[in-house]
């Protein structure tokens, strides 16, 4: 019995691309172009095989590598001269040249390390030369970004300067010299303002700003980073924007289907269990992925807030260009209400995601549920620092305390058993300041364990100071229901009494014991000016005395410390102690307004009412005036994050890196007849001579 070979199969040898056998050739130290003026230029018509060039470069032992060193010096320089599109007119050239140096360059980065990475690349192309054609490749670069050529091209010189600015350690590569002396950053700039060019490469475009703005700093004068603190261009701002709320909704969106579809089984029965293993220790989890990959972006957003006073203005009115258009009454789901458009106008997040901030919250809430894992964690600190620098920011406050500005967001809350959710709260119409605080209080109740994030507390803690501090400043009166924060601070602080023992031997539980005392010292000082009510007033001293328990052991627990001559945390305990002056007096003081009433009623068990009547009848006692609760120190990146967003820069040059291999190896650069050249976004009329080899 015969059988047909299969079309195919591996009994066929296929036969070598003649690009291949070009490769191998020069890689041999062998000169193909010799007896052939027209070599180069039918060359670059060949596509080209990514990984056998990358192949064949990673073979080369150090003596053969000084053999092919001319080959792969002139490679390098005919590639580069195919890119002058003032002489090169054929679109196939130009793209295959660019995939080329892609493979040239990622083939010499994987075969040195990053200490001496810059020794090999001046081996191989020249130390003498080499400033000039890197210089040439960049202007090059810039020209092709921004003039008459196609999107393949624009795609593939993308993908180029990606290849050169994570091919090693960021600090440790010294091609990134070359893109600080020849900025292409005005070129990144026009394609951000076009909807079109932003569409296709603005993913491409915000990662590499993001990885150049963080070479060196904090160490020189880095260009990118001073033209990103003035950048002013509001059409570029929005795209930039928009490019960071676009994934970041598109991630809410998966994340709500997958509840959908988990739902749609057993809604009660399955939703605990659900959000229990969605989010594993298992670094290879899809979920943990999907976190991870936006670390990118949200660099970009930090960098873009931390350095850019102008990028807070977008926050508010960033569109994401793909949303949909919020759906007709008529085609809404049973689940979903009617919406009131006699009211002003609200934005459902849940429906129709346009705002980065909002994006930007409803992210957050969905990450907090994960801290299982060392990436997820990182991933909210630097969430946490986005909205520290937002809370510092005057404008920013402005926009979220204005009445008049709110949104409709849906936080994510983590199933918890000695609690239920408050449907009432969920999806609430309200200023963003409301929403914000929302979810830092719904972080402060679901993360209290034994592997207790002590620096996303004190991160958490001081968001909420700061905004505090903003409406006792403009005395504005956010319409907020002050209780829930109140009671997950005192629950907070419940939570390091108890733990002391565990706590105390891994962190400094006493600074942020302070900080959230002098939250409350804050509402009891100068509460008169912020609170929107004076019910408000009492329904913090009756929470106050409700937990007296809490602030008594905190008390024992201080005093306890003070006489431990080796306590290395003795400066804080001292300033704690002091902190509690006022919230003990307070509690002593209606503590035995209360016995007495109890005693004239003859009662043992009053009601909440009739504890806030006695405490309205008795603001007769006299506190402490305490100095400076409503100062901050201003975030600062260094020293205290420095070696944080050194290690997620590596993570994003890893990441992304990993991705580009990818899309390079992939790409086929044929260009039909028929292929439009989008015009050009810009007039410049420059020419470039390629220096001599």
């Given at each position: 019995m015969t059988s047909r070979k299969r079309s195919g199969s591996g009994s066929t040898k296929r036969p070598k691309e003649k690009v291949v056998y070009i490769y191998e050739l020069l890689c041999r130290g062998e000169d193909p172009s010799a007896d052939s003026p027209e070599f180069w230029h039918e060359f670059f018509l060949l596509q080209p095989n990514f990984e056998s060039l990358e192949d064949q470069i990673s073979k080369l032992n150090n003596e053969q590598l000084q053999v092919v060193k001319p080959n792969l010096n002139k490679l390098f320089q005919k590639c580069i001269e195919m890119l002058d599109t003032g002489k090169e007119d054929h679109p196939k050239r130009l793209c295959n040249s660019l995939q080329t140096l892609c493979s040239l360059f990622y083939g010499i980065f994987r075969k040195c390390n990053a200490e001496s990475g810059s020794n090999i690349l001046n081996e191989i192309f020249g130390h003498e030369t080499m400033d000039e054609w890197l210089k040439l490749l960049m202007q090059y670069c810039n020209r092709i970004l921004l003039g008459d050529v196609t999107e393949n091209a624009r795609f593939m010189c993308l993908k180029l300067l990606l290849v050169l600015v994570t091919g090693t350690d960021v600090s440790q590569n010294v091609l990134f010299e070359y893109l600080m002396i020849h900025s292409l950053f005005d070129a990144f700039v026009r394609l951000l303002s076009d909807p079109t060019f932003r569409t296709q490469h603005g993913y491409d475009i915000v990662i590499l700003l993001t990885i150049l703005v963080n070479y060196r700093k904090h160490e020189a004068t880095n260009p990118y980073v001073v033209q990103l603190s003035i950048l002013a261009d509001e059409l570029a701002l929005n795209g930039y924007g928009q490019m960071i709320s676009q994934s970041l909704i598109d991630f809410c969106r998966q994340y709500m289907q997958s509840l959908n579809n988990v739902q749609s089984s057993s809604w009660f029965s399955s939703l605990s269990n659900m959000v229990g293993n969605m989010f594993v220790s298992d670094e290879g989890?899809?979920?943990?992925?999907?976190?991870?990959?936006?670390?990118?972006?949200?660099?970009?957003?930090?960098?873009?807030?931390?350095?850019?006073?102008?990028?807070?203005?977008?926050?508010?009115?960033?569109?994401?260009?793909?949303?949909?258009?919020?759906?007709?009454?008529?085609?809404?789901?049973?689940?979903?209400?009617?919406?009131?458009?006699?009211?002003?106008?609200?934005?459902?997040?849940?429906?129709?995601?346009?705002?980065?901030?909002?994006?930007?919250?409803?992210?957050c809430s969905i990450v907090m549920q994960d801290n299982k894992n060392e990436s997820s964690i990182a991933n909210l600190k630097l969430c946490f620092l986005i909205l520290t620098c937002i809370s510092e920011d005057q404008y920013a406050n402005s926009m979220m305390h204005d009445n008049n500005l709110t949104f409709k967001v849906m936080l994510h809350r983590a199933q918890m058993r000695h609690r239920k959710l408050n449907v009432d709260r969920v999806g609430k119409s309200q200023p963003l300041a409301a929403t914000l605080l929302d979810l830092l209080v719904e972080f402060i109740v679901s993360h209290l364990m034994k592997k207790f994030p002590m620096e996303l507390y004190l991160l958490c803690i001081g968001v909420i100071h700061r905004i505090l501090c903003y409406q006792k400043r403009c005395r504005v009166r956010l319409n907020y229901p002050w209780k829930e924060l109140w009671s997950a601070l005192i629950g907070l602080l419940r939570f390091l009494v108890n733990q002391e023992q565990t706590l105390i031997k891994k962190c400094n539980i006493f600074h942020l014991s302070l900080q959230v005392v002098n939250i409350f010292n804050l509402f009891i000082t100068f509460g008169d000016t912020f609170l929107a009510t004076t019910n408000s007033y009492?329904?913090?001293?009756?929470?106050?005395?409700?937990?007296?328990?809490?602030?008594?052991?905190?008390?024992?627990?201080?005093?306890?410390?003070?006489?431990?001559?080796?306590?290395?945390?003795?400066?804080?305990?001292?300033?704690?102690?002091?902190?509690?002056?006022?919230?003990?007096?307070?509690?002593?003081?209606?503590?035995?307004?209360?016995?007495?009433?109890?005693?004239?009623?003859?009662?043992?068990?009053?009601?909440e009412e009739q504890i806030l009547d006695v405490v309205r009848k008795n603001y007769d006692l006299t506190l402490k005036l305490q100095y400076s609760l409503d100062q901050y120190e201003r975030y600062a990146e260094t020293p205290l994050h420095s070696s944080f967003f050194q290690a997620m820069v590596r993570d994003v040059v890893n990441d992304t890196r990993k991705h580009i291999y990818g899309y390079v190896k992939e790409a086929v650069s044929v260009i039909p007849e028929q292929d439009v050249l989008l015009g050009a976004v810009t007039t410049s009329t420059t020419t470039t001579t390629a220096p001599s080899t």
């Open positions: 989890c899809e979920r943990v992925q999907q976190i991870k990959a936006n670390n990118g972006l949200l660099l970009a957003l930090y960098e873009a807030v931390h350095l850019n006073r102008n990028f807070i203005t977008t926050l508010a009115h960033t569109q994401a260009e793909s949303s949909a258009p919020p759906s007709p009454s008529n085609t809404l789901s049973l689940t979903q209400p009617v919406p009131d458009l006699a009211n002003a106008p609200i934005i459902d997040m849940t429906q129709y995601p346009t705002n980065l901030l909002v994006a930007v919250f409803q992210y009492d329904e913090l001293y009756y929470e106050l005395n409700r937990e007296e328990k809490v602030f008594t052991e905190i008390h024992a627990m201080v005093l306890r410390y003070t006489t431990m001559p080796e306590c290395e945390y003795k400066d804080d305990v001292i300033k704690l102690l002091n902190s509690l002056v006022n919230i003990l007096a307070i509690v002593k003081h209606f503590q035995n307004k209360i016995k007495e009433w109890l005693a004239e009623q003859g009662l043992s068990t009053p009601t």
